[in-house]
């Protein structure tokens, strides 16, 4: 089967369950020429509501199978098609249009075309069938066929063969007809005979119906008898019943008074235990007390004996702490001292430094008056074996006028103040300086200071000044 757009809401109801009256429609032919389109006209009787997915569909049948359910004077024929179960079996559909206003008389008039494409190629029985959003059939056609309009014209040419089968099928059709009249013979007598036996059985039933009644009718006396005896019964089980809850009564009452010195007797056995209980219990509780308090009173001991030398470790404790800071402000003055001489350090450095410069300047001056190169002298590094007898220890590259002025006195070279205490001798002041200048590497062209520690990064800057 074919499909337009989108499957058609169906469902499995059965046609049992479906009104074919509630949609007529109207003029339906007998037969469609192939390859052309079909126009499908539809009337809405007046208690029928078209919904939005309600649709028409073409559905395949047998001229056989589809009966006439209804004739009606307006409409003519309404057909209802048993060849197929459920609406799920349609060959093609088309949505239904609903129209603007049903209450106009020409709403009720309504028509869906269906495309050639779309339509059957081969010559059986269709009907058009309206089916609504809940897949139950409201209306079907007539059945039609898709075939030329002419056909009745066309020359049939067949061959002796041919003749010979449709004689020798017709040979077989009339004697599967006969075998058929033979078989409505046959049931024709057995319905004879059924009628009889039913007769038969008629008359029984009519018999047993009257012994029937002549027995209902003594039931019915015995059941009156019956009913008389129940209700005497019945006063009497009143009677007893009266006297029986009056009984009851009573014994609830006894039995309530028991209970409830019972449960006196009970209470007061349970408060002399609980008493006895209680007082076993007050005398556990001593004993515990007195064990405690004597435990209490050797741990008070204990903890008299811990504060004593807490109180000891204290004292201990503030004397190590008075040392601590004793010691702590020394050393606080020991190193401001030290700051105080790095400072004059730093200071004397940068005198040195100056008076360097100067000696430089000075060099160069006395080296262009004699004619000579300052870079072709010899580099000289003063060491600590010499003792500064020779040169001024405070000069990077030792006296320059060592070999030119002969009357000078090495004795004036040599000495040199402290630059702290100002004395002629060698000081501790004197001492830390040297080990300070130990410490660090001079660049002997522009003097930068480097840490002994970083020996090839000062070997590096020298290199780099003599390229």
Request: hydrophobic share 30%; proline share 4%; charged share 30%.
């Amino acid at each position: 089967m074919e499909k337009t757009i989108e499957d058609p809401p169906t469902s499995a109801v059965l046609l049992d369950h479906c009104h074919f009256s509630q949609v007529i429609f109207n003029s339906v032919e007998k037969f469609y020429i192939p390859g052309g389109d079909v126009t499908c006209r539809y009337t809405f009787t007046q208690n029928f509501i078209p919904r939005q997915k309600d649709w028409i569909g073409i559905f395949r049948c047998s001229l056989n199978w589809t009966i006439q359910l209804l004739i009606t004077p307006d409409t003519g024929s309404i057909w209802h098609q048993v060849g197929w179960k459920t609406v799920r079996e349609y060959y093609t559909f088309m949505w239904v249009t609903l129209p603007i206003d049903l209450n106009n008389k020409s709403a009720k008039q309504q028509e869906v075309q269906f495309k050639a494409y779309y339509l059957p190629k081969d010559d059986e029985y269709y009907q058009f069938c309206y089916v609504d959003q809940d897949g139950v059939v409201r209306g079907a056609s007539i059945p039609f066929q898709f075939r030329p309009e002419n056909e009745e014209d066309i020359l049939v040419v067949t061959t002796q063969g041919e003749v010979e089968e449709i004689e020798q099928h017709n040979k077989e059709l009339c004697k599967e007809n006969q075998e058929l009249k033979d078989s409505c013979v046959s049931l024709q007598k057995q319905n004879s005979d059924m009628q009889a036996e039913l007769q038969k059985k008629q008359e029984e039933l009519e018999t047993l119906q009257s012994i029937n009644k002549k027995l209902e009718l003594k039931v019915k006396e015995q059941k009156d008898y019956w009913e008389t005896e129940l209700l005497q019964l019945k006063e009497q089980n009143q009677k007893m019943s009266s006297e029986n809850e009056k009984m009851g009564i009573r014994v609830d009452q006894l039995q309530a008074q028991l209970s409830t010195q019972e449960k006196e007797m009970e209470k007061l056995v349970q408060g002399d235990q609980d008493k006895t209980e209680q007082l076993e219990h007050l005398k556990k509780e001593n004993g515990h007390l007195f064990l405690s308090l004597t435990e209490q009173r050797k741990d008070q001991k204990k903890l008299e004996q811990t504060v004593e030398e807490m109180k000891q470790n204290e004292t201990t404790a503030m004397k190590k702490q008075q040392e601590l800071m004793d010691e702590n402000f020394d050393l606080s003055r020991r190193l401001s001292e030290k700051k105080m001489i790095y400072n004059a350090l730093q200071r004397e450095k940068e005198r040195l430094e100056g008076e360097n410069d100067l000696l430089k300047r000075e060099n160069s001056r006395l080296l262009s008056y004699m004619g000579l190169d300052f870079n072709s002298l010899p580099y000289q590094v003063p060491t600590s074996d010499e003792g500064g007898a020779g040169q001024n220890p405070g000069l990077v590259y030792g006296n320059p006028y060592s070999g030119i002025q002969e009357s000078s006195s090495p004795s004036q070279l040599s000495i040199k103040k402290c630059p702290i205490c100002k004395a002629d001798d060698i000081c501790d002041h004197t001492l830390e300086q040297q080990q300070m200048q130990a410490l660090c590497l001079n660049c002997p062209i522009c003097d930068k200071i480097f840490p002994a520690t970083e020996k090839q990064i000062f070997e590096d800057h020298v290199f780099c000044h003599s390229l």
